[in-house]
């Protein structure tokens, strides 16, 4: 079992910027996988990006050239640098964690921290 402690939501104005950080907790686990989704009012929970322990990326394509997930592997930590925010991005984003063992994937899942985008 993997523990995420989310930072770094708030609000904040169109085309300004705010770094997310998730820090993972020490785990007997693997973590092959972390990444932010967002759950906007009345929508359902999406896929903003992930990253590989190799580095390989996903980014959502309603925030790419903005959003740069990034990790620091000796801190266990993921980064969600957005940039040119807009008010369609406002939403609580969640950080995740998947671990496989033995072949079953495991999911582990941040509070959640707002981010609001005002006009």
């Known amino acids: 079992q993997v523990q995420l402690v989310e930072s770094g939501g708030g609000l904040v104005q169109a085309g300004g910027s705010l770094r997310l950080s998730c820090a993972a907790s020490r785990s007997t686990f693997s973590i092959d996988a972390m990444g932010w989704y967002r759950q906007a009012p009345g929508k359902q929970r999406e896929l903003v990006a992930r990253?590989?322990?190799?580095?390989?990326?996903n980014i959502a394509d309603s925030v790419k050239g903005r959003f740069t997930i990034s990790r620091d592997n000796a801190k266990n930590t993921v980064y969600l640098q957005m940039n040119s925010l807009k008010p369609e991005d406002t939403a609580v984003y969640y950080c995740?964690?998947?671990?496989?063992?033995?072949?079953?994937?495991?999911?582990?899942w941040g509070q959640g921290t707002q981010v609001t985008v005002s006009s």
């Open positions: 990253i590989t322990t190799t580095g390989s990326t």
């Open positions: 995740n964690a998947v671990t496989v063992v033995v072949s079953r994937v495991y999911d582990s």
